[in-house]
């Protein structure tokens, strides 16, 4: 359709109370297959996923494919900064949402609205986006906190999931539209978040401390010592 | 329409039930044009979906345009790795689709969905997929295990397909959405596919063998042999 | 839209007898500002594309943005190759459009459907493009033989227009939707444009009929000689 | 929606008339962070962007988020090119669309048509854009003046807007429609502007004037000289 | 030095007779570190080299650093297309030449001349062909069978063996300074060799053998058939 | 002299009993300069250094180039991990060894080889390098753990201080030439150098480890569960 | 050595009255090999260097390698250009230098300098001229007039000939050494050569030629007419 | 010779003292012909060489090809940023040494040493540096002040003028060499020079400036406004 699915006249951007987060098969084996970007950086902006869930309260739902063969581990940052988050084994299903245990979670949360991120992209992230828009859900998906194996196959996946009414977005805009506001008692913890998506900003920070340190202590600057 | 077109409210996932292969001018020189992705990419993709067209027991259909000239043959890989595959011989048409046998052994498979695969893109996978869109067709165009001249031209044609209703996708979601579950006999031979797709998933099977051989043998580590 | 405008249930492919081409400010300073590509695949584009139209004698009209000044002369291959194209000089307009010879010129030709490439793309191609459609026009505006500043503003214009309507396409899908068989007296004139669009078609060529003067004269391997 | 919103029939593009332009978030912090383009080339599209503004009288709304920390304050080139420019202090929201005096700044223009650009491209030019897509304006996103933290980034940011019904833009058409004809008597400054968005420009001026010199002063050429 | 070490007036190249060939570290884990170049390509490269070594009868020595752990076992290949290989077993040294069965071996050849690939380039060949050049052989180095972590990483390397002497060199020249000419038995092994390095000479032969059968059997071109 | 200098016969390789570290310069304003890798890249790989010189007792320099100015402060690992480091201000100095005081302190550790790394290396690197050479230091240069403002200036540094006499190596290559064997107590922290270094290890050693643990705890794949 | 060899005291420039060209396997199946350059590139300076030998009267030299094969015949531009080349057949030597005829040819022009090309760079352009400057030539590489199967084996043979003591070499630089000054008569012919190397230069010289026709035909500019 | 020539035991560094630029052939026409690195950063880095040869009151000569023709004239800001330069015009010599005026102009200056740039690098910049060797000058070559026609190229003519004894570097490494140390009064000249050549610096100053400012202000942020 092309259009923001199941939106219904409603504004198209992130409603916090009614969203939960599905991170999907983020495994150390499927990693070293990601080729869209840096691995690197897939790592760094599923942890801020995690972190921003957390600071949220958003309920997370994560599962693994066979993660007793090649595909690896779930890389132990996302429970560790999610430890809310609710773990469902599948049997095998490649596809999320068919397994029954993974749609029920997701029903238990009581959410309409998903931010959905999977390895690889237009496998494990593409098909239960599709799906949970089929059975009426609206659906965020984070392309850059997904990862597939070439940069054309993340292009294919975010032009296949627009045209079913999936919402493209990026980590960043996720962090955003969850945040709302720097007048909070935890922007600073939001802040760090974004050094995770973009690492200038902690050499922002970095030089931005020295530079008010300086100017309050009277620091003089080494070229103009004797 | 840029909506998956003749869906009709189903989901736009591919039903393998109802669903034919069309492998289009993958010939040796034309092989030489392609820019978009490296040939070798482009080649063990078209293996991936030959295979795995095979292991579904789906139809296929080949052809080729004047491989008696500077196109050259179609690579054999096609019918030996999909010998059930049936070849349509043209008379210079260069929409496939313009060819009346090649239409009626479509139509002989009695399936209304179609994935399409076709070198060049722009031209020998697009025409005969907006051919089929509008003939009521459900149509998936596997943009890279198709290729073109450049990758300029790789991204018009995926928009232009779009805009006709074609549902975009990549050969490792095709995989995905033929194999469904790893709960199967075969699982040994999809994980083999997917070699062909993302090469490092070979090193990961090779390394997770022997790993474990370490473990369940014993093995000593050589840095820690005297 | 975001479908392809006026079609009316037509399949959105060019319909040669209903057709003009124009080409607009393909100019030698212009060209100098070219960055989505090479400037030398840009010229071997527009020449497939004036050649295309002279040997199916499609009407063609072309025009320059003030090529008395910095933008330069048109190139003239144009004029060379489609010696039926009309010129039309505009007064300072940037949009072609908005010029009323040129659309009078446009309508003179009683086609329907227009082929549209221009330099810069964001705004020669673009503009004329969407204001064609807005008139009932069936627009396929050839993004390859077109031409602007940067990547990014070839993308976003790429969104613009065929969130617009417009049928985005590329230079050899025109040439084959055009030519539409080899089973024609012309083909090697066809072959000749291919090779300005892909350039190795042209070693294609000079290979294959070695080759076969190789084995019809049964000519010896140097490797063999004595 | 994907088609153009709130046209309802107008030709999608940008009425003079009918248009304000709003410029968020450009600061000197938040630039070092931008990854989807040279620094340098997103300056110098905001500095065209805001020279334009003023050469057609058009109202302009600036903003920054939270100037006085790590994001650091607004490139000043901004104020000075359009003096005219109305500056919103914001009170830590990050959607600038949030803060009611904002929005009624906006809204004070009289305006129906909104040209955005920000940094983040994800976050600051999305929000509002999408925001006031939502209110029922016309608007036209200027990626290329905007800038973020990856390519990805902005390209699931340019799908996402699209989807929402903004219309996306570069810079150069953005001038191109303010200016729409070279016959005018401040032509001289809408060359200078170009030249920003495409350096070359200079280059082509500069060559022109000495060719023309040269003919008219009868300039021996070194090569000739004895 | 800079000059290539130890010739001792004698020309650059490889003297077939007078060398050995030292595979080093072509594991499974290590190969997923590379990012100078696809890793299919160093996988390829390094079965040409296998091959050729066996063409030529040159004695090879392989071996790999602690293959029980995270770095994985030898791609198989390697003694699969070498079986003449010896394979030298470490104890957990890192420069092969710091392990004195590995300097036996290589001494028990009796040859002077060394060819020399080993992943990573930064340590594993560049490591061992330093020491060699120091104990007096001439190092044949080869930079694209070899593999590192970055380019840049790859380019650093690259100019410290030439600065110390050894002869920088690639897998295709490697192939013919060992084949010498055309004109023996075994040449299409050799172009089956060549096949792995640059990928398009298969399609080349493909195209060729067909443009040959077409000619000598008269087979009539699609495009003519009525 | 593009030989390595004041080697005298002894091979270029790192002596790590007479070796010191120098880490110029890398500061918070400073990285946002650097073009040549990504920041993040850089910063791993000095942090590697650290650890490595940690790891091994090697004296260990700093410096900052006036970090009370933009240049911003040294980046707070490098004294984290490497707390015996010795930090040295200057007075202004563009190139490190114009400061006596940082002379002495090379001088006072009593080795004849330096290891050196600098932002922006053009400058920062490149002239203590030439004058450490100068003065009869064997010098190892490490191009990755410095970092430029753009590839170019790297590759022209690059070529300046071969030509110069110094000697081109990357991160990896002086953590192995300083671990030399994995044959001791401290692999592991190693191992964790090596994750910085190229990220992809990390994967290896979480899939490794998972496989054994599969393998000797008998657990069943997800697959095969009923 | 890394100096140029065999100059001894001359300066290391193209000394026109001393000099040969050999232009070594430019075969149309060599060409679909080459992947450091875009062919059309290569196809070009080729031709440029064609013209260039021509225009001096310099003695050109050509050879290939199996062209009954798949490597197929020689590109017809150089013998079109350079007339006066006298080609030499091999007998299956990969090296022409193997060839005694080849040698028997360039010892009989009597010069003591080579320029050569060939493709791929890194066989048939390396041997030859390592075996030159092995005989006592003074040989000059055109690195860009020869072309081979990836940009890092490129760059390994640039390093490769360099230590071997041939000067490195592009073909613009060629051109200028040859031609000298534009104070002659065929400058006109040397400036159609350079629209070869570098195509921007055609754009320019139809600029010029347009804004000095402007200026003395006092043609008004469309923006200024009524 | 590979090392760097005519230093005879100095240290290869620029003696300000001894030292005169020469600044070749930067005009609007050959510029369009860069391809190496984006022209903006080409003229921005002769602008802070310029900028920097008057801070230090160093001569300064530069000359134009042919200025008259398509070449173009010299970009204006050379003289207006070093009034004191002294034009030499050629009469048609493309080697700017083999102008008898231009060679005078540098002995007059008296110095050894020279710093030298030219557009294109492989020939405006390359001859003369070859040539100025030759005749015992030390020459330092600014790459990235120069400017050529393709990567390849630029890297060909680095390897060329190494190996003749030229010594590469880039324009901040200039500067530096040149500046010394920022103990000095105009300091803040030198730090808009680098603004130049870096242009994240001036964002650095911005930041800097204004986090100082809030620190002494006590300007409370956005978002702790009530």
């Known amino acids: 359709m092309s259009a923001p699915a199941n939106f219904n006249g409603k504004i198209p951007t992130i409603d916090v109370a009614d969203t939960a987060m599905l991170l999907i098969d983020h495994q150390s084996g499927l990693f070293q297959t990601v ?3 840096p691995m690197t950086t897939l790592r ?24 007793q063969g090649p595909n690896g581990p ?7 900064l999610a430890p809310h988050a609710k773990y469902v084994a ?7 949402w068919d397994n029954p245990d993974f ?3 997701v029903k238990a949360t009581g959410k309409g609205t998903l931010i959905v991120a999977g390895t690889i992209t237009s ?4 098909f239960p986006s599709i799906s949970a828009v089929h059975e009426g859900y609206r659906v965020f998906a984070v392309i850059d906190a997904s990862g597939t194996y070439s940069k054309m196959a993340q292009e294919v996946t ?11 977005i990026d980590t960043a805009a996720v962090l955003s ?14 802040a760090d978040a974004y050094t995770q998506v973009f690492p200038p900003y902690r050499l922002l920070i970095e030089s931005y401390l020295k530079a008010q340190d300086v100017a309050t202590q009277h620091e003089i600057l080494d070229s103009d010592r004797a």
Do not use: F, Y
Not at 123 to 126: D, G, K, L, N, R
Not at 177 to 190: G, K
């Open 35 to 37: 080729a869209d970007m």
């Open 44 to 67: 760094a902006n599923v942890i801020a996923l995690a972190k921003a869930a957390t600071l949220t309260g958003m309920p997370v739902i994560t599962t693994a494919s066979v993660p």
């Open 74 to 80: 779930l890389i132990p940052e996302i429970h560790a």
């Open 90 to 96: 599948r049997k095998g299903q490649i596809n999320a």
């Open 103 to 105: 749609v029920d979670a």
């Open 123 to 126: 496998v494990c992230m593409a």
């Open 158 to 168: 975010l032009a296949r999931v627009v045209q079913a009414g999936v919402v493209p």
């Open 177 to 190: 539209e969850l945040q709302q506001t720097w007048h909070r008692d935890d922007a600073q913890q939001w």
